[in-house]
């Protein structure tokens, strides 16, 4: 199969500079029309031809990222359609109004750029290019009567790995589906003469025999009527102009995939181990994962392990009632709005009433037909996978979100455990990520980043767990990957990625990303997987960048274990949440003291490796402390973490000047303590502390 050809960018950025050129000739040919409509009451027709003109050059000029000239190309279409659908007002001086909107085109189009600012179009095809190569490549039909777009989307579409062949005509784009159906179909709802033309020709390509055949339409309209017009045909996805192509490329790529959706996850819970089987056996038949239960006192570490997207259970059961057992789960702010339906043979409507007021979403009499249960469950569990996919997913790259990809990470744990096996952990950063966005625009960082999330979503396996752990920060769960074969991934994906250029204007950029592994064999619970990921992370960012670093060199647990820390705060309680979040790291051996000065004691005492104190305390302050610690030889190499309620630009200076490893503000977090920490092990002793964030 032949794969996206390299000059790709070149050939789209040639047909943009294409379009500006003969942009002073199309509005000539509008002015012609305007003209032409005379000074009476113009015919339907050529009023209608005249709109769709105007409607032609604010798509193509939107397509084409030229946004000012379609915002101003926008006013003299409103004022158009306001026309047709007013009817003919004599007194009206639209003619006039319609002059001076057409010399404002005029003018946006003399103000059009040589093309020097960043085009997100080409960001997207040049990842694209590098993503998609050598991989299976469905074909696509394009039809759009505009030339300009049509070459647009065709290339475009292209370099997302599709074949796609484009259509101008209708009636051409019907002759070759009937030849040959293709795996998907792309339709501009809007054709001349004709306000819902595609939907018209969608509906006798299903009439014909292509039903199955996925239809994506895209129009500049937005309203109720095209969009209902394109339902009405059995459209799959609905696009308004213009159509962002990661987000259209990435739509196809779900419409024309060979892999089955993840199956709906359904809990049974019923006493009756016959009715359970029997229930389990009829969804399963059905394409769905099930996980059964007879004692409904074991359902909470169940839901907590299977993360189900629906709860079918008896309302009678011993030891625990249906209706108790719905209300348990209510109680649980992560279960509230998973659905709970009960499937039991109780006819009293009181007691139904009942099921549905504490909580229960449906209410199934057991004598239901197969079919209809599995309809019943189905449709409820679509609900919730996808309410939970709003939930946990960022909504940029579409990866997990921060909270999710924890969730997923205690998830791998446990079971890698339970199975014996192991699991890898990678954390990967984006270098220098804020001057991409200083110098090319937040744009350009955001393709950078959607670009990264595609390249881990196309090259690693469908087991593997991938989300956005905050900002230019991913994340990867590798279940049942050695250390050795996830350094080996991880360093072939980085190679990968810096060699994808990114365009901006006659100019490209390439983007680097660092890398840090931490395997469950050498880190034993999740968070200190987190912990050690995210230090080897910050040892890869400290040697240079662009590299993938494995975690064990460094600070293993037993390492934390034989570390002694001084905490240093005068007030009880939060010396006491101090200690326990450090226990829960590792740390086994933790000196307090109430002030500087007697923190100040023990330092001159014996060895201490890590000091975190607050910085307003009595009897010498935190900063009067580490000023003293950095003022003294055998102390002045010291880790020392700095936790205060200070922000103002002037506090934190003082302290990054008096030499402190990290600065922490009030309130303090377990995980970002953990964080600073570990950064403030690894950190020489003359790095400054960055700003707090």
Not at 40 to 53: G, I, L, S, V
Not at 239 to 253: G, I, N
Request: with cysteine; proline share 5%; glycine share 6%.
């Amino acid at each position: 199969m032949s794969t996206p050809t390299p000059s790709a960018p070149n050939k789209l950025q040639k047909l943009r500079e294409s379009f500006i050129g003969q942009l002073p000739a199309q509005l000539e040919a509008i002015r012609e029309m305007l003209a032409a409509l005379g000074t009476t009451e113009p015919p339907a027709e050529k009023m209608e031809d005249f709109h769709r003109a105007i409607h032609s050059l604010k798509g193509s000029s939107a397509a084409f990222g030229l946004k000012g000239l379609s915002a101003v190309t926008a006013e003299a279409e409103d004022l158009a359609k306001e026309v047709m659908n007013a009817g003919w007002d004599p007194a009206s001086p639209w003619r006039e109004t319609m002059k001076e909107r057409l010399a404002q085109v005029e003018k946006a189009i003399q103000a059009v750029g040589s093309g020097q600012e960043t085009d997100p179009v080409r960001l997207d095809l040049a990842a694209a290019e590098a993503i998609h190569s050598g991989a299976d490549r469905k074909r696509i039909y394009l039809c759009e009567d505009d030339p300009f777009q049509l070459s647009s989307l065709t290339t475009q579409i292209g370099c997302f790995g599709f074949e796609v062949t484009g259509f101008a005509k209708l009636e051409e784009f019907q002759a070759a589906v009937d030849t040959s159906a293709p795996d998907a179909i792309v339709m501009d709802m809007v054709h001349p003469g004709r306000r819902t033309g595609g939907a018209q020709i969608v509906e006798r390509i299903r009439a014909g025999g292509g039903r199955g055949v996925p239809v994506v339409f895209i129009s500049m309209e937005s309203d109720m009527g095209s969009r209902l017009a394109a339902v009405r045909v059995g459209c799959d996805a609905y696009f308004v102009k213009p159509a962002d192509p990661t987000e259209l490329c990435a739509t196809l790529h779900a419409l024309t995939s060979n892999e089955k959706p993840e199956p709906y996850r359904i809990v049974i819970v019923e006493d009756d181990s016959h009715l359970s089987e029997m229930y389990g056996t009829i969804l399963h038949e059905a394409g769905m994962e099930t996980r059964t239960l007879t004692d409904p006192m074991q359902a909470l570490p169940l839901l907590r392990e299977f993360q189900p997207d629906l709860v079918l259970m008896d309302m009678h059961m011993p030891g625990c009632s249906g209706l108790e057992l719905a209300a348990v789960i209510r109680q649980m702010k992560e279960y509230l709005s998973i659905p709970i339906v009960f499937l039991s043979g109780e006819t009293d409507p009181d007691l139904q009433f009942d099921a549905r007021r504490k909580g229960g979403d449906e209410f199934l009499h057991k004598t239901i037909k197969p079919e209809h249960l599995v309809a019943a469950v189905a449709v409820r569990a679509q609900r919730m996978k996808l309410l939970r996919s709003f939930m946990v997913r960022d909504s940029m790259t579409g990866l997990f979100n921060h909270s999710s990809i924890k969730e997923h990470l205690d998830i791998a744990v446990t079971r890698a455990q339970r199975a014996g096996e192991n699991v890898c952990f990678a954390m990967i950063d984006l270098d220098h990520f804020k001057g991409v966005n200083d110098r090319y625009g937040h744009a350009a960082g955001d393709k950078v980043l959607v670009a990264m999330a595609n390249l881990l979503r196309q090259r690693l396996r469908k087991s593997d767990i991938i989300g956005r752990y905050g900002g230019e920060e991913l994340a990867v769960i590798l279940p049942g990957s050695s250390m050795q074969e996830a350094v080996a991934l991880m360093d072939q994906l980085r190679r990968c990625f810096e060699n994808i250029r990114f365009p901006v204007g006659e100019d490209t950029f390439t983007v680097t990303f660092s890398c840090g592994v931490a395997s469950l064999e050498s880190h034993d619970n999740p968070e200190k997987l987190c912990l050690a990921a995210d230090q080897s992370l910050y040892t890869a960012k400290k040697e240079g960048r662009n590299r993938v670093v494995a975690a064990g060199r460094f600070i293993s647990t037993t390492q934390l274990k034989a570390m002694r820390v001084l905490v240093v705060d005068d007030a009880p309680p939060i010396l006491a949440i101090l200690v326990n979040m450090l226990e829960q790291i590792g740390f086994a051996k933790i000196s307090t003291a109430n002030n500087g000065q007697e923190a100040w004691n023990v330092l001159k005492a014996g060895r201490v490796d890590l000091v975190i104190a607050d910085w307003h305390m009595p009897r010498m302050n935190g900063f009067e402390l580490l000023k003293a610690v950095r003022g003294d030889s055998a102390l002045s190499g010291l880790p020392f973490v700095m936790i205060t309620s200070e922000s103002d630009k002037k506090s934190v200076r003082e302290a990054i000047l008096a030499g402190v490893s990290e600065y922490i503000l009030k309130p303090v977090y377990s995980e970002e303590l953990s964080n600073k920490i570990i950064r403030a092990l690894c950190k020489p002793p003359s790095a400054a502390a960055p700003a707090p964030k």
